[in-house]
């Protein structure tokens, strides 16, 4: 726990809640929700619509017209709710961001190597199809291109979430047999990765033929079978 997450606990826990942007009330109601001395109150109902208005917030005006006050007002808390939380914009971003791109993959481990990757990028695809994600992904690389804090948080989001699935899925197949051993991760990996994020995200086409992701597939693993 932070201090200044210590020190907002002795803050009415209404200003957790939807009492607007300009706080907790003062009305006798207010006073008898108190929270007790000391004590952090961060409610998770409340971090979670932080965390969907951050989305909404970046889908609607991009990164950089996006602010503490707005996301606040989206999700219907004060702004000290947020500022609990996080020390910034920065970080608020960077955090909500970071946590979807580690946690939004599957890891498949259906037996076959072409079956796995073909769950992959069957995911892969349609949550980059997804309007949020078609609007923020393009606008946080373009800020990325300006602020190191970003461009460092997005390649550690890309490296923690799709390298540690893709490495999973080469594994497997190592041990299955249908990879030799001693292979060039680091090939393997652009091999695995590169080549959708290039289409959807670098030539934003998203809308991909229906024969796309089977010939993807099938010349991915035929490539990663090569090394």
Same mark, same amino acid.
């Given at each position: ?85 996080? $020390? =910034?914009? +920065?970080?608020?971003? %960077? &955090?909500?961001?970071? #946590? *979807?791109?580690?946690?939004?993959? !599957? ?68 041990? $299955? =047999?249908? +990879?030799?051993?001693? %292979? &060039?991760?680091?090939? #393997? *990996?652009?091999?695995?990765?590169? !080549? ?32």
């Amino acid at each position: 726990m932070t201090d200044a997450e210590a020190a907002a606990g002795a803050a009415p826990a209404a200003a957790e809640g939807a009492d607007g942007p300009g706080g907790a009330g003062s009305g006798p109601a207010t006073r008898r929700r108190r929270a007790p001395a000391g004590a952090a109150v961060l409610r998770e109902d409340v971090t979670e619509a932080i965390r969907a208005a951050v989305l909404e917030e970046l889908a609607a005006v991009g990164y950089a017209r996006t602010s503490i006050e707005g996301v606040a007002r989206r999700a219907g808390v004060g702004k000290t709710a947020v500022y609990r939380r996080w $020390r =910034g914009k +920065l970080h608020l971003v %960077l &955090d909500v961001v970071s #946590a *979807l791109a580690v946690e939004g993959l !599957p890891a498949p481990d259906t037996g076959s190597l072409e079956t796995d990757l073909r769950l992959l990028y069957e995911f892969t695809s349609r949550a980059l199809r997804h309007p949020v994600a078609s609007q923020i992904i393009p606008d946080l690389q373009a800020e990325a291109a300006r602020n190191p804090e970003i461009d460092e948080a997005l390649r550690k989001a890309v490296r923690s979430g799709q390298e540690s699935v893709a490495l999973r899925i080469v594994a497997a197949a190592v041990e $299955r =047999g249908e +990879l030799r051993r001693g %292979l &060039d991760e680091d090939i #393997a *990996l652009d091999l695995v990765t590169g !080549p959708l994020y290039w289409r959807t995200v670098i030539l934003r086409q998203p809308r991909l033929p229906k024969t796309h992701l089977p010939t993807l597939t099938r010349a991915t693993a035929a490539a990663l079978k090569s090394l």
